[in-house]
């Protein structure tokens, strides 16, 4: 059994990338790509894409997704042509991929019933593959070491599936209460079908999450480490409605989640699991933010910007969490009276925007809740010029993992003289969209933005990607594979660090050194904090 957190903390990153990888490959295999490309040796993505008649932008997705599990090797080529070459692991990888087929089944079938409720009809499934599991699925281990780590990586993928969903589903519904992960407890406690329940509660004991006697459970340290961090898989798991979709967004029909009559309800993503997994995530980043506001609002009040503006405020957590730091650990708290702090929440949805103006008033916090589009900041500073007497200028910008999820538009110029650094892959609606063109859109984004706010600067959290090769050789170390997976397919653009930041000061905008920080401070960083301001002004 683990017991080293490093050892436990690379479970988790496999876990995730199994989440990502099981529906890809199995898809990419079914349709005979893996074979083709074993007796081709290479091949590129135009090739690939006509041969197979795929949608090529979620296509490169998901041989992208291969690549940074070292079972591809992924080459950018003149032109941004990809290139996808057979690795030392392909054939051995390729050869273990039907062992996915289960979870994926699973996956496909489970979309029928709650996300968030062991109903009978999936446990049955369930729990056949945990019994299949139990024996490796009868896999007789390879000698050969580079064979051995691949069909261990490949059963730690199943194993993702057996236990993110589950491990996500036990913590929202109240199961890593103190109380439980403190005391022993009998199933019937928790759930009110325990005969099923003890089948899930027997597999993670096998796997040395639980002890049990005489019919008690109690968490062992291991499983105390896992349950303590169930938030860790609430994001890639809300993903499961897009990856159960993999193979028709890839060979079928690129919109089949954006197919909304009135383009209300998301169906990519379960949102409220989205969130819970988000919240228990980026407390980290948070208590970095803290550390920013209140350097900031100890300066003398001249240097301190009027107020913040919280860009996709969502339900206005993090807008109160910014009021309270400032009202109770800085200068400018002290001064509330004489200098009011002026606190704008902005969302593109009214559900959210309806939640915020609830939440804060109850919060006793006043603030300005109002709709915004994060690709139009000229609208929302003549809203706020016009109807409120508040320059945008003025404000603090701040918003959290946001920018990448912008909405996407077709650049309007081409930025001739840069040459793209980035190695992302990017669609729009199964179309692909080069790298050039995400960076040309996301300059385009900058400078809409950079006039109001190089002189407070702009705060954000933002996502980045990492090359494959990169993530190939960190297998348990990051989870890229997922991020670049659950992204890619809804749409989103992620960049890496350092092509965020050439673009953000071709916009003109810097990030402040003192402040910047990535997660983890390595060539696997995949979160960065930035105040981008303008070169003529200084904190």
């Known amino acids: 059994m683990i017991t080293n957190k490093s050892d436990l903390r690379s479970t988790i990153f496999r876990h995730l990338d199994g989440l990502a990888t099981a529906p890809v490959a199995v898809a990419l295999n079914k349709k005979g790509i893996l074979n083709y490309l074993l007796e081709k040796q290479t091949a590129t993505l135009e090739e690939l894409s006509a041969e197979f008649k795929a949608n090529k932008g979620y296509l490169h997705v998901g041989l992208r997704v291969l690549c940074s599990q070292g079972f591809l090797e992924y080459c950018i080529e003149a032109n941004e042509s990809i290139r996808f070459r057979i690795s030392s692991q392909s054939e051995i990888a390729f050869s273990h991929f039907y062992l996915y087929e289960d979870v994926v089944d699973l996956l496909h079938f489970s979309t029928q019933f709650h996300p968030r409720l062991f109903e009978e009809e999936p446990f049955h499934k369930l729990n056949r593959i ?44 109240g199961m890593f209460h103190k109380y439980f992960m403190e005391l022993s407890f009998r199933p019937e406690e928790f759930h009110k079908s325990p005969e099923l329940f003890i089948k899930i509660l027997d597999f993670l004991t096998f796997l040395g999450w639980f002890i049990e006697k005489n019919g008690n459970y109690q968490f062992t340290e291991t499983g105390l480490f896992f349950a303590k961090r169930a938030a860790s898989y609430g994001v890639t798991v ?27 309800d998301e169906i990519h993503v379960d949102r409220e699991m989205n969130v819970w997994g988000s919240g228990g995530a980026h407390e980290t980043y948070f208590k970095v933010v803290d550390e920013i506001l209140i350097e900031l609002f100890n300066k003398p009040i001249e240097q301190q910007p009027k107020g913040i503006l919280d860009m996709g405020c969502g339900n206005g957590a993090f807008l109160q969490h910014i009021f309270e730091v400032i009202d109770r650990q800085t200068l400018r708290g002290k001064m509330l009276d004489e200098y009011p702090l002026f606190l704008v929440g902005v969302d593109y949805n009214q559900a959210a925007l309806k939640v915020t103006r609830a939440n804060l008033i109850k919060a006793d916090i006043w603030a300005k809740v109002i709709w915004g589009d994060i690709g139009r900041p000229d609208v929302l500073a003549q809203d706020l010029n016009e109807n409120y007497a508040i320059d945008l200028k003025d404000l603090l910008n701040v918003r959290t993992f946001l920018d990448h999820n912008r909405i996407w538009e077709n650049p309007k110029t081409e930025t001739v003289e840069r040459i793209s650094e980035s190695s992302g892959a990017f669609a729009h609606r199964g179309v692909q969209i080069t790298t050039k063109q995400v960076e040309d859109n996301l300059l385009e984004h900058m400078l809409k933005w950079s006039p109001f706010v190089s002189k407070f600067g702009l705060l954000l959290i933002e996502l980045h990607t990492i090359s494959p090769a990169i993530a190939a050789r960190n297998i348990g170390k990051t989870a890229a594979t997922a991020y670049d997976a659950t992204h890619g397919f809804s749409d989103q653009y992620i960049v890496e660090i350092d092509v965020f930041h050439k673009i953000a000061a071709e916009a003109g905008l810097f990030p402040d050194a003192s402040i910047f920080k990535k997660f983890p401070d390595s060539e696997v960083a995949t979160v960065s904090i930035n105040l981008l301001k303008g070169k003529s002004y200084t904190i």
Do not use: C, W
């Open 130 to 173: 945990f019994e299949k599991y139990k024996t490796n699925y009868g896999i007789v281990f390879s000698e050969n070491q580079p064979t051995n780590e691949i069909q261990h990586q490949i059963l730690k993928h199943i194993e993702g599936y057996l236990v993110g969903p589950t491990m996500v589903r036990l913590g929202m519904n």
């Open 238 to 264: 809300s993903y499961l409605p897009t990856f159960a979709k993999i193979e028709e967004l890839m060979f079928g029909n690129p919109s089949i989640l954006r197919m909304q009559p009135d383009g209300s």
